[in-house]
């Protein structure tokens, strides 16, 4: 864990970050770019890209609600 503070550290990079770090574009062109907008607290992105990035999570608990659901109903 030391290694990473030092990083941290050195870099003068915090653990919350201030604006969105979704990436937009591709890496390899140049127009690349971070949205940068406000983000959500305790959250590396705004609230739009919340939204994006965490929907796999909830559309998963969503379908394993669905199949006990179905299987009560069985
Ligand atoms: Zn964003």
Same mark, same amino acid.
């Given at each position: 864990?030391?290694?990473i503070?030092?990083y941290?550290?050195?870099?003068?990079?915090? #653990?919350?970050?201030s604006? $969105?770090?979704?990436?937009i574009?591709?890496?390899?062109?140049?127009?690349?770019?971070? $949205?940068?907008?406000?983000?959500?607290?305790?959250?590396?992105? $705004?609230?739009? #890209? $919340?939204?994006?990035?965490?929907?796999?999570?909830?559309?998963?608990k969503k379908?394993?609600?669905?199949?006990?659901?179905?299987?009560?109903?069985?």
């Open positions: 864990m030391s290694i503070k030092n941290f550290k050195q870099n003068r990079v915090t #653990h919350t970050f604006s $969105c770090q979704w990436p574009g591709d890496p390899q062109e140049k127009d690349f770019h971070f $949205c940068e907008a406000d983000t959500l607290t305790g959250k590396p992105y $705004c609230q739009d #890209h $919340c939204d994006v990035a965490y929907i796999d999570e909830r559309e998963l379908e394993k609600e669905a199949q006990k659901n179905r299987r009560i109903a069985a």
